[in-house]
């Protein structure tokens, strides 16, 4: 019995080499068709266009773009179409950059790349450049733009301790920097109200995660609660009174939901929204309307819950002129009547 089954394998393994070799034999016969060669630095190269923003007023769109080998911002006027370069670095790249009124525009820099990264302010009619945080040895960051108050920003300096950056109010229109909170080592993230009032803070070691807060910056902050690494809360912006916070947070559910935080008692308020399937990642929000507009999560790709109607209005617009696409508003006018939008998919950079 068993010598038959050896034979009947034997014979089908016969038969498919058999096949095997006469499926090669008839391609053989086709001409093969060469495949076309892609230059290696093709898939290295920097796009010529990136970094897309619109200025507050709406009046221009901004954008890095090479000059002399080198990334530098450039704008455009949306109702003429002219064109004007900003910026004219020639030994590194410009790092990030951001609008911080309608008519100067903030970056980041360091000198021949020792990567101490100050921030330096340029006018956009002029070209005028003011150094505003470059200091021997010191290395910048920025915590908080600000868009709701264009005279100021939160900046990280490392100034009093190399290894730790403490949060400075800088005043745009002066160059005048204070500190307005000391960073002991261990806070990994900074919130301020709507405002811009530095009132929140993250603190970890390594294993717990608490939040900090105080009601206003001349008081000391208090721990309002401490979580491990299996569950936890992550805040995102003040509500618009600056009272509570809304948040996701996963805390006492199986799922990150979208919810209002009380940020002085540590107590969860409201659970406004959670996904039966996916954590929901962000919320998102109206600064001119002031209102939630949606809570983000990604399914088979990202999708949005809408708290708004006239949002969910605006993304189904959206996502039927773009159709095939996943599309994220990546840069928005103080009165929400420009965007820029920027489409991607699986197999498509986008535009």
């Known amino acids: 019995m068993k010598r038959n089954v050896f034979l009947t394998i034997a014979l089908a393994a016969s038969v498919f080499v058999s096949c095997g070799g006469q499926k090669e034999s008839m391609e053989s016969e086709h001409v093969m068709e060469t495949a076309p060669t892609i230059e290696l630095k093709d898939f290295f190269k920097n796009p010529e266009k990136t970094s897309y923003q619109i200025s507050p007023d709406g009046k221009y769109y901004s954008y890095l773009?090479?000059?002399?080998?080198?990334?530098?911002?450039?704008?455009?006027?949306?109702?003429?179409?002219?064109?004007?370069?900003?910026?004219?670095q020639t030994d590194r790249d410009i790092a990030g950059y951001f609008w911080a009124n309608n008519e100067q525009l903030v970056f980041m820099r360091d000198d021949g790349g020792d990567e101490n990264w100050y921030l330096v302010m340029t006018?956009?009619?002029?070209?005028?450049?003011?150094?505003?945080?470059?200091?021997?040895?010191?290395?910048?960051?920025?915590?908080?733009?600000?868009?709701?108050?264009?005279?100021?920003m939160i900046v990280g300096l490392n100034k009093r301790n190399p290894q730790f950056f403490d949060p400075y109010r800088l005043d745009l229109n002066t160059g005048e920097m204070t500190m307005i909170a000391e960073n002991p080592g261990n806070i990994t993230g900074w919130m301020t109200d709507h405002e811009g009032k530095l009132r929140v803070a993250n603190t970890t070691d390594g294993v717990n995660t608490s939040i900090l807060y105080r009601a206003t910056e001349n008081d000391a902050w208090k721990t309002v609660?401490?979580?491990?690494?299996?569950?936890?809360?992550?805040?995102?912006?003040?509500?618009?009174?600056?009272?509570?916070?809304?948040?996701?947070?996963?805390?006492?559910?199986?799922?990150?939901a979208a919810i209002i935080f009380n940020i002085e008692t540590g107590e969860e308020i409201e659970?406004?929204?959670?996904?039966?399937?996916?954590?929901?990642?962000?919320?998102?929000?109206?600064?001119?309307?002031?209102?939630?507009?949606?809570?983000?999560?990604?399914?088979?790709?990202?999708?949005?819950?809408?708290?708004?109607?006239?949002?969910?209005?605006?993304?189904?617009?959206?996502?039927?002129?773009?159709?095939?696409?996943?599309?994220?508003?990546?840069?928005?006018?103080?009165?929400?009547d420009k965007y820029i939008i920027r489409t991607y998919s699986d197999r498509s950079l986008g535009a």
């Open 65 to 88: 773009a090479p000059y002399e080998s080198r990334k530098n911002i450039h704008i455009e006027n949306i109702e003429s179409g002219e064109t004007k370069r900003v910026t004219s």
């Open 123 to 152: 006018s956009v009619s002029t070209g005028d450049e003011v150094p505003l945080t470059k200091m021997e040895g010191v290395r910048s960051q920025i915590i908080d733009a600000l868009e709701d108050i264009p005279s100021q």
């Open 225 to 256: 609660i401490t979580t491990n690494f299996k569950e936890g809360i992550s805040p995102s912006f003040f509500t618009f009174d600056n009272k509570n916070v809304y948040a996701t947070s996963n805390i006492g559910r199986d799922k990150q």
């Open 271 to 336: 659970e406004l929204y959670v996904n039966e399937h996916n954590d929901v990642s962000g919320i998102s929000y109206s600064k001119k309307r002031q209102l939630i507009t949606s809570a983000r999560y990604t399914a088979e790709k990202s999708e949005r819950h809408f708290f708004d109607a006239e949002s969910e209005a605006t993304y189904a617009r959206l996502q039927k002129e773009l159709a095939g696409y996943e599309v994220a508003v990546t840069s928005v006018t103080d009165e929400e």
